[in-house]
């Protein structure tokens, strides 16, 4: 009887010990953290010339000269080729003096109606036969100066096809001229995004832009925008935005591509870590504790993400105590015990680890 209680003593103080030992797990919680902040966000952006037209030749013949090479930098009215047209000159000079026919014609027969030896619709027939010989002169004129091609506005030179002694019939390429001063940056959006941007648009223009080159580089000017397109195009849901750059240093060139850079405020944005949510499906989670220590899955969705920490549109209130640990570890639905971390100190602490 003696060895049986002694037993008894034995088991329940290893028991008791074992009971002690045992250690509970404490997860941290905090709750959002409510801040002004400003989020990045990018778009694949297509460079374009604020002005940019193919030079075509008006005319058929032989490209005798070519005045300017390809990438120069030419100015307004400068000529850039000259096509050589059989015929041009003689038809002139032909034109010009049945011109002078016509004028001679004119002053014999007003002369003649003067003195009412003709009737006066003879004078009228002489003027329509002037006005239609000056007609044919200033077509003659302009088929001569259509042989001379001159830049409509100062720009660079592009790619020069043909070569001198070429022929060239009406309509061909001769070359494009743009006009890089200012280059127009294209980009899309989403519906979402373009309505956001409509309702702070007074705020989001004044916003500088930067243009990210194709090195990765950041270019030297700033940009801004300045309108957006008419409609959304159907197959993809997007709306085109055009920014405008001033070309510092002339490097951007028509054709290019690169990234357009918009830095967005963000009043009274509800921010909280990462590490905080787990995924399913696409959709983000975080486990919500109640005044009880239950553990509840709460669906949330995210606006925009920064590094480490999200900004939360929707799910979470202001006063929604959440795990920041533990959340691989624990199930919904489950009682755990926990202790409160300010949110400031517990996205300092979440930046502190990044680094």
Do not use: W
Request: charged letters at 20%; hydrophobic letters at 40%.
């Amino acid at each position: 009887m003696l060895v049986f209680a002694v037993g008894i003593m034995v088991m329940a103080t290893s028991c008791k010990s074992a009971k002690d030992n045992k250690v509970s797990t404490v997860y941290t919680v905090t709750t959002p953290e409510v801040t002004d902040v400003s989020v990045s966000k990018d778009y694949v952006g297509n460079i374009q010339s604020q002005k940019n037209i193919e030079l075509r030749a008006q005319q058929g013949g032989i490209l005798e000269d070519i005045y300017v090479d390809e990438g120069q930098m030419v100015k307004a009215g400068q000529p850039l080729f000259r096509i050589a047209v059989m015929g041009t000159q003689e038809e002139l000079e032909k034109s010009k003096a049945e011109a002078e026919q016509a004028r001679i014609d004119l002053q014999n027969t007003s002369t003649l109606a003067s003195n009412n030896i003709v009737s006066k619709n003879a004078r009228k027939m002489a003027v329509a036969k002037l006005n239609s010989a000056m007609a044919d002169y200033h077509l003659a004129r302009l088929h001569k100066q259509l042989s001379i091609v001159r830049a409509p506005f100062s720009g660079i030179i592009g790619r020069i096809p043909n070569k001198k002694g070429s022929m060239i019939q009406e309509g061909d390429l001769l070359s494009s001229l743009s006009d890089n001063s200012n280059m127009y940056v294209y980009f899309n959006v989403s519906e979402s995004e373009y309505l956001d941007y409509q309702q702070h648009a007074a705020e989001r223009n004044k916003l500088p832009l930067t243009l990210i080159l194709a090195n990765g580089t950041n270019f030297g000017a700033q940009g801004y925008l300045q309108n957006v397109e008419g409609e959304f195009d159907n197959s993809t849901g997007n709306i085109a935005f055009r920014a405008k750059f001033f070309n510092a240093g002339n490097i951007l060139r028509n054709g290019e591509t690169g990234t357009v850079r918009m830095n967005i405020p963000v009043r009274n944005a509800m921010v909280i870590p990462q590490q905080a949510t787990y995924e399913v499906q696409d959709q983000k989670y975080v486990f919500v504790v109640d005044a009880r220590g239950y553990v509840h899955a709460r669906p949330i969705k995210v606006a925009f993400d920064k590094q480490n920490v999200y900004i939360v549109s929707s799910g979470l209130s202001q006063s929604d105590k959440f795990l920041i640990d533990g959340v691989d570890k624990v199930n919904d639905g489950e009682r755990v015990s926990f202790r409160y971390e300010n949110p400031s100190k517990a996205l300092q602490s979440v930046k502190l680890n990044a680094n």
